[in-house]
C-alpha cells in the first residue's frame, strides 16, 4: 500500500470513499471518481455494461467502481480517460481548492494552447504574452477600484 499524507493507494479492489485530502503543500484534494464515472457515462449515453465491455471488465465492477467500493487499476484508469476524453485528473476528480500563486498562473499560462497560438502569430515569445496576462490577473486580483 502506497501513502501519501493522508491520502493512500491500496490493492487493486480496495474500498475508496470520496473524501477530502490535505498534501504537505497545504492544498485540499477532492476525490470524487466513482461520481465523475458516473457523469460521464452519462453524458456519452453509455449505460454501465458499454463502459465495462469497452475496458474488459465486468459491469458489477463498474458499478462498484460508481458507487466507490472498488478502484480500477491504473492501466484501466489510463484506459477509461482515453474512452472519455478526459485527463486522469478529471477521471478521478482532483482538483484542488488553493489560491494560485503569480508563479503558478504563469506556468499554466505559458503552455496554454491560446498563448501558443497568439505567440505564434505575433512572434511574440509565448513566455513574455504569459508574464503580461500573469501580470493582468495579478494586479486585477489586488484592485479595490469599483468596475
Known sequence: ????????????GSKVSNRNTKTPLGAVIM????????????RMGLRQDDVARMVGVE?????????GV???????????????????????GVTEVTTS????RYCSLVSDPLVKLLAERTGVPAK???AFIAALQVSGDACSCDR
Open 1 to 12: 500500500m502506497c501513502s501519501f499524507g493522508n491520502l493512500s493507494m491500496g490493492r487493486k
Open 128 to 130: 513574455n504574452i504569459a
Open 59 to 67: 459491469r458489477s465492477t463498474v458499478a462498484n467502481w460508481e458507487r
Open 70 to 92: 472498488k478502484q480500477p487499476s491504473l492501466e484501466t484508469l489510463v484506459k477509461l480517460s482515453q474512452l472519455f476524453g478526459v485527463s486522469l485528473d478529471e477521471l478521478v
Open 31 to 42: 476525490i470524487r471518481f466513482g461520481d465523475t464515472l458516473k457523469q460521464l457515462r452519462q
Open 101 to 104: 500563486s503569480p508563479l503558478s
